[in-house]
């Protein structure tokens, strides 16, 4: 009688065990996490941190830079000094715009055009180009 109940004990103990496990196969894991339990300072943290995480998505983080001289030729690329430049300033989305300043001998212009989802509906010079594909890597 001692041996039946020590196996039937045996097996209830390995039942539990199997049934715990199987409760707790990762433990740690963010599947297991509830939210619930944490502490009240460390659920405001995770909301802080979400809030942040989406006011960046919005912000000007993707910026390039091509200095370039907008008037030499091939036989004379030093004539400017490469004081023409086209800046990038984009977000997550690709949305913001490029800045370029083109100096001459006498004058120097500004030109600035919206770029949506990495994408210009005006024409964008090669420079411009290359400093929207520099910002997007």
Not at 49 to 58: D, H, I, K, M, Y
Not at 64 to 71: G, I, L, T
Not at 98 to 124: D, F, M
Request: proline share 4%.
């Amino acid at each position: 009688m001692n041996t039946v109940l020590s196996v039937l004990a045996l097996l209830v103990a390995l039942a539990a065990l199997a049934l715990h496990f199987l409760a707790h196969r990762h433990p740690g894991s963010p599947e297991d996490a509830e939210v619930d339990d944490l502490p009240e300072d460390a659920r405001g943290l995770r909301h802080e941190v979400a809030a942040l995480r989406g006011e960046a998505a919005g912000a000007l983080q993707h910026l390039a830079v091509v200095r370039y001289d907008a008037f030499a030729t091939a036989s004379d690329s030093n004539v400017g000094g490469g004081l023409s430049w086209s800046l990038a300033l984009l977000d997550d989305h690709g949305d913001g715009a490029v800045i370029t300043s083109i100096h001459g001998r006498t004058e120097a212009r500004t030109y600035a055009k919206t770029i949506t989802s990495w994408t210009c509906e005006q024409p964008l010079s090669p420079e411009e180009e290359q400093a929207v594909e520099q910002a997007r890597r």
